[in-house]
């Protein structure tokens, strides 16, 4: 948009004023940022209203991706940014005595995501904007998000994140738009006009009320929406009679039931606990999502046979998986189609991916919950597992008649959702390719010999607008200054930074920008937490959530036998070496949170000791998250990426943190595979077993973790260290860790990869000290990363499996 700075400020000083009913003067940090916040919001609302006429006016196809989780953080930079009003908005501040950067803190992260899939989600959102997609996000307005960090005493404390205390200004609340969603009670069923009517009764009612966000396009006027839905009680049925008579606590609870549907987002990932409630928000979101997007295409007049011709419904993991059944119901139940159009118009419609292939993770439902729940639903759902389960019987009863078995539904008195998702959709894909052969010859082999051409790859992607544009300004404007800036909106035009590759002015230049961000990260450290770095050691990078196989354990072991090492030794020729970890675990993992505690307890001992604490340091940044990313990731010289092959089904910082020039230390998993494949073996650190391998040592039963701690003992001395005392704990601290590692066989391989990861450290040290050399791995990994931008990834989902229209623009055809 057009603006400039004097505007600005005439628009920024009134809206201050009345939002704030104070002066500038007297106003506080949180009364400038809600006013910037308001006046950004109502600059993008032409757009915003006339993004949606468009899309309406010209009757266009299009996207919608369901998540239980949209982890965005902070959107005024971006809002500005996308909206080239960044640079302007920054000077008016500045002139008048205010500072952006410190305005902009005071906005509250939207933590609505536990880590790699919710952050997905909200890249995908930036980049179907940005790429002029007709994409939408469906997902629920928690309360509370992922819970708050405090490291106390070394061990993680869960404090309620309540990000919506102080309000939330971007989004725009839409009662007229709430829609009911119905739970329990029973399905009658009436023969009438020579077809079968199924009604529901007694049930209970939830009012999902949308919350809309605006998701701007990079400069192309393009806004889409997020549509977040809340739960609540229905008014007319709150129980004014029990009101009156004063059983004022029973109205109450039933009041506070419906809401707890939306109050708190589960901080599981990576593992399901098979609450009811979360089978409540799973059925609350996409039932009100889909009666949303019914409800406008009839608006709109066209034949409800033509519904998948209009809408994609993408489902993020198993988590919508009802989506499927659900839709079903709306076209048979309320559109009257029978059960054949009904199937056809679903399975074209909806397009599902898989995020994992970790068995604890994989969603199943008993039969009995779903059943009581949501007795249309689980009707449905048996429907389509007898229907599926026909086929596959006629047609393996003969080779291997367990197979239909292996492959139905319903299973074991169990609803498996993946199985539904894959029965349901016309598109399954992986995440990476690695994951995406290890579904379709693996996992889900019999189902992609029964699909053929239904599973595909979609390697993930990050939008490199936060990821490096905003989060990293020093390095963009280097970037920017040699190539122009036209990677901003085509971020494979990266690529021309190869030709600096052998430039000492601009490699010199690269490394100064990494400093300088070395220095405003241990400065941001500071101010945060109090701790110190060096910005001249070597920033060691693993943030991510904490889980055994990503292994922290295995960075934390080596970190231990460089510290035995070095008091062996003292001066052992190192680099000094920052190690920093941020991870947040689920609160149930004791497992993972011994980890933190253990981290924290060499970090103690290590920070202490000054026999080594001018070599070594390690850090734990407390609460993680997307911010404290955007910190971190711009100072980042090494990038921690250890997962046990095959366990990681792509990751998503191993991209963000090769965009800004860190170089990954990295096992064969996920997209590791991939930035292996673009930057060259040169340029990246690899070593451990291989997917192949893992799979082989796990069938064949052939792996001894004990006896490697036996006949290493370095590795051995380091894993004694958690019992010894060497650590200011009791013996029994991290007995579950010693426990995972010695009793229980290594179920992470963390012992068996243990020596060839201390090699390659050793080998990734020694390219530091050549600076020049170092320098041109960084600048490699800059140039080839471009095709991480999730703007690919987007076209990739939107050429093979959306299809909707791509616009440059939609002035024009308002
Ligand atoms: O999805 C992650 C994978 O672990 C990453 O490898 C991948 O890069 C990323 C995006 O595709 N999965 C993930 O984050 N899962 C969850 O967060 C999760 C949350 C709740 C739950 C199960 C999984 N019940």
Not at 73 to 94: N, R, S
Not at 190 to 200: A, E, H, K, Q, S
Not at 558 to 577: G, N, W
Request: one cysteine or more; glycine letters at 6%.
């Amino acid at each position: 948009m057009e603006l400039n700075v004097n505007q600005f400020k005439k628009d920024y000083l009134r809206r201050l004023k009345a939002k704030s009913g104070r002066p500038l003067e007297e106003s506080t940090v949180w009364d400038q940022y809600h006013a910037l916040g308001s006046l950004i919001k109502e600059y993008m609302t032409d757009d915003w209203v006339g993004t949606s006429i468009a899309y309406n006016k010209l009757d266009t196809r299009q996207v919608f991706y369901f998540s239980m989780e949209f982890l965005t953080g902070k959107l005024l930079c971006d809002y500005m940014h996308a909206m080239g009003v960044f640079e302007v908005v920054e000077q008016g501040l500045t002139d008048l005595g205010l500072s952006l950067e410190t305005i902009s803190e005071a906005e509250r992260d939207q933590g609505l995501g536990n880590g790699g899939l919710g952050r997905l989600a909200a890249c995908f959102m930036d980049s179907m904007a940005s790429v002029g997609i007709p994409g939408h996000g469906i997902g629920i307005r928690f309360n509370f998000g992922l819970f708050e960090q405090k490291i106390i005493n070394g061990y993680q404390v869960e404090f309620p994140d309540r990000w919506l205390e102080n309000r939330n200004v971007w989004e725009v609340k839409m009662p007229d738009k709430a829609v009911e969603v119905h739970f329990g009670g029973s399905v009658r069923q009436d023969y009438i006009g020579g077809r079968n009517v199924f009604f529901l009764e007694n049930t209970e009612v939830v009012m999902a009320v949308p919350y809309d966000t605006p998701i701007p396009g990079y400069q192309n006027g393009i806004v889409n929406t997020l549509r977040l839905y809340s739960a609540e009680a229905k008014t007319p049925d709150f129980d004014l009679a029990g009101f009156s008579r004063g059983d004022y606590n029973r109205v109450f609870s039933e009041k506070y039931a419906v809401e707890a549907i939306s109050q708190v987002l589960y901080p599981d990932d990576a593992y399901e606990n098979g609450r009811l409630l979360r089978l409540k928000q799973e059925y609350f979101f996409v039932s009100a999502g889909l009666q949303g997007i019914m409800r406008s295409f009839k608006r709109s007049g066209l034949p409800i046979r033509d519904f998948h011709k209009y809408n994609a419904i993408h489902i993020n993991d198993t988590h919508p998986a009802l989506a499927i059944p659900e839709l079903m119901r709306l076209l048979m139940d309320i559109e009257e189609l029978n059960w054949e159009e009904a199937w056809k118009i679903t399975t074209q419609t909806i397009s599902y991916t898989n995020h994992t292939l970790l068995h604890e993770a994989m969603e199943k439902w008993p039969v009995d919950v779903m059943k009581s729940l949501l007795p249309r639903i689980f009707m449905i759902i048996e429907e389509i597992d007898r229907r599926f389960n026909q086929i596959t019987e006629r047609l393996y009863h003969q080779v291997d008649p367990r197979r239909s078995q292996q492959m139905a539904i319903i299973g074991d008195g169990q609803v498996r959702m993946a199985h539904l998702c894959i029965v349901g959709s016309h598109s399954v894909n992986g995440v990476a390719k690695l994951h995406s052969e290890l579904l379709a010859t693996k996992e889900l082999k019999p189902f992609n010999e029964f699909y053929a051409g239904k599973f595909n790859n979609k390697t993930n992607g990050i939008t490199h607008r936060r990821w490096l544009l905003h989060s990293n300004p020093r390095l963009s404007a280097h970037i920017t200054e040699a190539i122009g800036d036209e990677w901003i909106k085509e971020p494979e035009s990266l690529g021309r930074l190869m030709k600096y590759h052998s430039d000492p002015a601009y490699l010199e230049k690269l490394m100064a920008i990494k400093r300088a961000n070395k220095v405003d990260f241990s400065n941001y450290l500071h101010k945060t937490s109090g701790v110190s770095i060096d910005p001249d050691s070597i920033y060691d990078i693993q943030i991510k959530r904490l889980h055994e196989y990503k292994r922290q354990t295995l960075n934390i072991l080596h970190i231990m036998s460089m510290y035995l090492r070095l008091k062996e030794d003292p001066d052992l020729d190192l680099i000094p070496r920052t190690f920093l970890f941020g991870a947040k675990a689920a609160p149930g993992y004791q497992t993972a949170k011994q980890t933190i505690k253990l981290i924290n307890a060499v970090g103690d001992l290590i920070n202490a000791d000054k026999d080594v604490n001018e070599k070594l340091k390690v850090v734990f940044v407390e609460n993680y998250g997307v911010t404290v990313a955007e910190h971190i990731i711009p100072s980042a010289d090494i990038s921690e990426q250890i997962s046990t092959a095959s366990k990681e089904a792509s990751g998503t910082g191993n991209m963000k943190l090769m965009m800004n020039g860190a170089v990954t230390v990295a096992t064969l998993d996920g997209a590791n595979i991939e930035i292996l494949e673009a930057v060259g073996k040169d340029n990246i650190f690899l070593f451990g077993l291989t997917a192949e391998e893992v799979y082989r040592y796990t069938e064949n039963h052939s792996y001894k973790a004990f006896e490697i701690y036996q006949n290493n003992p370095l590795l051995r001395r380091a894993i004694d260290m958690m019992t010894d005392g060497t650590l200011n704990v009791s013996p029994e601290e991290f007995y579950l860790i010693r426990s995972a590692l010695l009793d229980h066989n290594d179920a992470f391989f963390v012992l068996k990869d243990f020596e060839s990861y201390a090699n390659i450290q050793k080998k990734a040290c020694e390219a530091y000290r050549d600076k020049k050399r170092w320098s041109a791995m960084s600048l490699v990994n800059i140039a080839k990363s471009g095709i991480f931008s999730s703007d690919r990834t987007i076209r990739d989902y939107n050429r093979d499996i959306w299809k909707a229209p791509v616009f440059e623009t939609l002035k024009g055809s308002l």
